[in-house]
């Protein structure tokens, strides 16, 4: 299955997520997660059509990360919807893994088999994977932050339910972006002789981590003088220097160097 492909399925499956997070609305649940269910399934078939025929896993290229940024983010939304139960939630995950779909049509790329010596390693797939899904969870805690910020703006009232949403992704997704800097150090030391070079994405990716573990230190023992609302800011915060370390690093002029650019 070649990236050709991708211009069929891809509508498909974002026709599928948008109707689901329409269903999801009007309080339809069952059907709201059949719907995104699907899409994310068409998805997924063409992430293994795609692997089978490139005969390397399909996480080299910018493009290919995004198809399984829209995969993990619909499928972890789906689940998540499941559990919490908030509309919004499965709305989010959809719309803006339709949206990551939109731009690898929109904008396609080349494909080839063959992958750089460095890429060749066993640490390739958990490493990229293990990001991919970090990204998709924190960006749904990121969400709900914004939402008990507005509340409590508003109401001077927080919801605990909510907090416990948050206080779980921020967990489940830092245990998954850990897992990336672990298993990116390993494979540094295989391929370069050395754990941590202090490359841009490896820095950036620290300040991220550091962002989300610094909420959940908050929550744990707010420092004296601070109320609630500086606490909700930092998922967003480390939303945004989660995406920068994702799309943005490769523009920095201290890039150029990066062993992280292929």
Known sequence: MTWTFHSYLAPTAVAAWLIGSCLALIRKPQKAG???LAGSLLTLVFIVGLWLTLGR???????????WYSFFLSLAGLLAYARW????LLVFAAVTASVFAVINVLKPELHSKAL???LISPYFVPHVTAYMLSYAVLA???LGAVIQFK???KSGKSDRKLYSFIDDTVGIGLGFLMLGLITGALWAKEAWGHYWSWDPKETWALITLAAFLGY???RLKPPRGFGEYV?????PAGLIILLFTWLGVSLLPSAAGSIHVY
């Open 34 to 36: 059949l719907f995104v």
């Open 85 to 88: 139960k908030y509309p919004w």
């Open 116 to 118: 750089m010596p460095a």
């Open 57 to 67: 896993p399909p996480l080299r290229t910018m493009g290919e990360t995004r198809l």
């Open 216 to 218: 959940l230190h908050f």
């Open 140 to 142: 749904a805690s990121a």
């Open 151 to 153: 509340m409590l703006t």
């Open 231 to 235: 606490g909700l800011l930092l998922p």
